[in-house]
């Protein structure tokens, strides 16, 4: 402590000493303030060129450092097929916007040192110059409609709806848009409900009024299209397969925003939105891309046995400040080849049948007969086919034995 108040005492005495250099030094040059002030514009104006060649250099050299980071650049091209295009459309503005943004920091700071308060110079006194605001005013519309042209078609593009006629499907078989997947992504505060259409690929009507505890999408369970729809933790899409995801929100605004395919919509109560995209890449294929990158080949802080690029997932995140649990919306999103995503489709299970035969399904009364009717055939059923199984056994023995027999017997 004692420590403490001699250095702080050192300083003040310090700092009293040169104020009152200063003050002396002005006192001496009162006679010749403008000098004083002239010498202070150019040493401070000359500050300002260092800071801003040091600023540009710093821009350009953290870009470059952070490329491999960076959605678009390095080992982060898009992973669907609408994401190139949004992609190039980023880089042809950054290329505009770069040259405007260069040449307006440079001549701001190189005019606040050129034209600094001098001695004898008169500030230019012009009220309207024509070509000056022609060329300024030409210039920028023509570069703004060449972006404002190019961004509506590729919105147009990356916006075109599945056509009418084709066929929803819970694991399609095209590449074209002739099937496709629909899922539907319900955002609330703070998660996500995911549901597929299960295997007849129609997503049944909900409607919010039923919704409760157990049924959180206020599924229309009269529906029977409803009785497929599976929910999931996990979005497990196929690759190469068109998807369109209905998106949707229950309480406030929220937004289904997929980085790496370049997809991002906001989910809003009571007006349902969509996205069509299609996947390209699978998980597995993403992580080789980074697996070649320096950044991605170091071990991953919270899995320290594994480099940074195997344990990469893509994500859901949502991209719409929602409240304060907002950064638990995160999702995990895994894309993999048909058959994969076919074995995984089929093996999930229906929130039906938590309802099936209860008090909440209109259909109890067909379905406790069934139900009761299944346990009685399925039963025996099982119970026949082990016998089937345990005869295949000796059947093969006897086959393997014979040859080894008539060896024998012939010795
Ligand atoms: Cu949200």
């Not at 406030?252 to 980085?259: A, D, E, T």
């Amino acid at each position: 402590m004692t420590a403490i108040l001699a250095i702080l005492c050192v300083l003040l005495i310090g700092i009293v000493v040169v104020q009152i250099g200063k003050v002396t030094e002005l006192a001496a040059k009162i006679r010749g303030e403008e000098e004083v002030e002239e010498g202070t514009n150019r040493r401070q104006s000359g500050y300002l060129m260092v800071f801003m060649v040091a600023f540009l250099i710093f821009t350009v050299v953290s870009a470059l450092y952070y490329r491999n980071y960076m959605l678009g650049y390095g080992p982060h091209e898009s992973a669907s097929e609408h994401g190139g295009s949004l992609d190039s459309l980023f880089n042809t503005t950054l290329f505009f916007t770069g040259i405007v943004f260069i040449i307006t920091q440079i001549a701001l700071f190189y005019f606040a040192w050129k034209y600094r308060a001098e001695k004898g110079r008169a500030s230019l006194y012009m009220p309207h110059d024509n070509k000056l605001e022609v060329i300024w005013t030409i210039i920028p519309a023509v570069v703004m409609t060449f972006l404002v042209v190019g961004g509506l078609d590729a919105w147009n593009e990356v916006m075109a709806d599945i056509p009418e006629d084709a066929q929803a499907v819970l694991i399609p078989t095209t590449e074209d848009k002739s099937e496709f997947l629909e899922i539907e992504a319900t955002g609330y505060q703070f998660a996500w409900d995911i549901r597929y259409p299960g295997a007849d690929g129609l997503l049944g009507t909900k409607n919010f009024r039923m919704i409760t505890g157990t049924n959180p999408l206020g599924q229309d369970w009269s529906d029977e299209k409803n009785h497929d729809d599976f929910m999931t933790n996990e979005i497990v899409l196929p690759k190469n397969r068109w998807v369109r995801v209905r998106i949707t929100a229950k309480d406030v605004l929220h937004n289904f925003y997929l980085p790496h395919f370049r997809v991002k919509m906001d989910a809003i109560p009571g007006l349902p939105t969509y996205f069509v995209f299609k996947p390209t890449k699978t998980t597995e294929e993403y992580r080789e891309q980074l697996s070649t990158v320096a950044e991605y080949q170091v071990p991953d802080p919270n899995d320290p046995e594994k480099m940074l690029w195997e344990t990469f997932g893509y994500e859901l995140a949502c991209a719409e400040l929602c409240g304060k649990g907002h950064f638990s919306m995160r999702r995990a999103v895994r894309i993999v080849e048909e058959a994969e995503y076919a074995a995984w489709a089929r093996g999930q299970s229906p929130l039906y049948d938590s309802v099936r035969g209860t008090d909440d399904d209109p259909f109890q009364e067909e379905n406790a007969a069934t139900m009761e009717a299944e346990d009685v055939i399925e039963a025996p059923i099982d119970s026949l086919t082990l016998p089937i199984d345990s005869l295949t056994a000796p059947i093969d023995s006897i086959g393997m034995a014979e040859p080894t027999d008539t060896t024998g017997s012939t010795e």
